[in-house]
Nanobody
Framework: QVQLVESGGGLVQAGGSLRLSCAAS????????MAWFRQAPGKEREFVAG???????????YYASSVKGRFTISRDNAKNTVNLQMNSLKPEDTAVYYC?????????????????WGQGTQVTVSS
């Protein structure tokens, strides 16, 4: 079992930045995949960014095309956290952001592969 708790959401103006953090506890591993998804009102939950561990200390980052170049995912193994640095925010980034984790080696972008989810944190970007 893995427990995930997100923090760092809030209200920001367009062009601003926010940093989300997700603290993981329980049975975690350097081979886990951890990711961020988001869900805007009336829309399906979509992939934002993911980090897959190789088990040898290397992590591979994956991004949705809509956030590539603006968002950066990182992991701090000492603190068992995964972070999402969001820069150049746009009103269309407004959503509830969820942290997710899985032991699966399936497609990083597919939400059905994730077994564990946080409760979500609201991000609102005003124009």
């Amino acid at each position: 079992q893995v427990q995930l708790v997100e923090s760092g959401g809030g209200l920001v103006q367009a062009g601003g930045s926010l940093r989300l953090s997700c603290a993981a506890s329980g049975r975690t591993s350097s081979r886990d995949t951890m990711a961020w998804f988001r869900q805007a009102p009336g829309k399906e939950r979509e992939f934002v960014a993911g980090s897959r561990g190789s088990g040898g200390g290397a992590y591979y980052a994956y991004y949705a095309s809509s956030v590539k170049g603006r968002f950066t995912i990182s992991r701090d193994n000492a603190k068992n956290t995964v972070n999402l640095q969001m820069n150049s925010l746009k009103p269309e980034d407004t959503a509830v952001y969820y942290c997710a984790a899985t032991y699966s080696r399936g497609t990083v972008e597919y939400r059905g592969n994730y077994d564990y989810w946080g409760q979500g944190t609201q991000v609102t970007v005003s124009s």
